[in-house]
C-alpha cells in the first residue's frame, strides 16, 4: 500500500466516534455502512433521534435498519425527513408515482443495477439518497447482497498526480448508456447532463470520485481513446478494491438507506431461480457541486 492509501484509509478510520443517546451504531466496515437499531420506522421519529441518524448518515453514508414493518406512506414519510420524496422517472404505469417496485421473479434473466452506479446521475441535479425496503427475499435466505462503494475514500486513495490531473476536468452522464437494451416510453426524455468529474459533498465539502460505469460516458476535455483508458482506470479502481466496499446482507423487514452523492452501489444477481421484492423512494438532491 503506498503511503497517500494509507493516509487516506487512516483519515477515514481515525475520525472520532460519535457517542449516540437515543439509537445503536455498529459499523459494517470501518469505511464505510452501519447497522442501526432502536429506531421503528412506522412511528413518527422524535426529533432527537432524527438528528442522530442524520449524523449516522453523514458519518457512514450508508444505514441499515433491521425488522421493519412499514406501509408505503410511513416508507414516504421517512423519506420525507431528508428531503422531497423523488417521482419514479419514466413514471410507473400504476400505483404511487414516488414507489419504484424492485421486482425479481424466478424467470428473470437479470436485473436492474447489476453494475456499479449511483443512481440517475444524467440528470442536471441526481437524488440526493435512495431507501430501499426489501420484504420477499430469496427462498433459500441467502444471495442477492447488495455492494456500496465510497466515492470520497476513491478519491483520497488515489495519487497526489492523479488527483491533480481529475481536480479540474468535468464529465458527461448519458441516460442512453444506462438504458442500453432497454425501451423507454415512447415520451420519456432521456437525461444528459455535464458534471464535475471531482465533485464535493454538499454538506461536507470533502471530495469525491463522480463517474460511474453506469452513466458516465466522456470525459470532454480528453480526446476520444484518452477519455475511454481514463474512465476505464477509474471504473476498475471503483470495483475492484474491496477496501472501499461494504456489504448489505438482506432479510426481510430490512430498509437500507444510503447517500447517493457519494456512494455508489451494485445489486448482485447470484440467486437465480429465486424471486425477491421491495420499494424503493428515493429523495431529491440538487446540482453536483464542483
Known amino acids: 500500500m503506498e503511503s497517500y492509501e494509507r493516509e487516506a484509509l487512516e483519515a477515514v478510520t481515525t475520525r ?44 457512514h453514508h450508508v444505514l441499515v435498519f433491521r425488522d421493519q414493518t412499514i406501509t408505503a406512506e410511513h416508507h414516504k414519510r421517512f423519506a420525507a425527513a431528508f428531503g422531497e420524496p423523488r417521482p419514479v422517472n ?119 470520485l463522480y463517474v460511474n460505469k453506469a452513466y458516465t460516458s466522456r470525459i470532454p476535455q480528453l480526446s476520444a481513446d484518452e477519455s475511454r483508458a481514463l474512465l476505464d482506470v477509474l471504473f476498475d479502481i471503483i470495483a475492484r478494491r474491496p477496501v472501499l466496499h461494504c456489504r448489505v446482507r438482506w432479510t426481510p423487514g430490512t430498509l437500507v438507506f444510503w447517500d447517493n452523492r457519494c456512494v455508489q452501489h451494485h445489486a448482485t444477481y447470484d440467486y437465480y431461480p429465486y424471486a425477491r421484492y421491495g420499494q424503493r423512494v428515493a429523495i431529491n438532491g440538487g446540482p453536483v457541486k464542483g
Not at 478519491?155 to 432497454?182: E, F, K, N, V
Open 90 to 208: 419514466p413514471p410507473p404505469p400504476e400505483g404511487d408515482p414516488c414507489i419504484l417496485e424492485i421486482r425479481t421473479t424466478s424467470a428473470a434473466a437479470d436485473v436492474a443495477g447489476n453494475g456499479w452506479h449511483a443512481d440517475g446521475t444524467a440528470d442536471a441535479e441526481p437524488s440526493l439518497g435512495s431507501m430501499l425496503y426489501i420484504t420477499e427475499i430469496p427462498e433459500p435466505g441467502c444471495g442477492g447482497d447488495t455492494l456500496f462503494a465510497n466515492m470520497h475514500l476513491a478519491y483520497g486513495m488515489l495519487s497526489p498526480a492523479m488527483r491533480g490531473l481529475l481536480d479540474p476536468l468535468t464529465a458527461i452522464h448519458d441516460g442512453a448508456q444506462a438504458l442500453a437494451g432497454y425501451t423507454p416510453p415512447a415520451d420519456y426524455v432521456i437525461p444528459k447532463s455535464e458534471h464535475p468529474l471531482i465533485a464535493r459533498h454538499p454538506e461536507t465539502d470533502r471530495k469525491l
Open 16 to 59: 472520532p466516534v460519535y457517542s449516540y443517546r437515543t439509537l445503536t451504531v455498529e459499523r459494517i466496515t470501518p469505511v464505510l455502512g452501519a447497522e442501526v437499531s432502536g429506531v421503528d420506522l412506522s412511528q413518527e421519529i422524535p426529533a432527537e433521534q432524527l438528528e442522530e441518524i442524520r449524523i449516522a448518515f453523514r458519518d
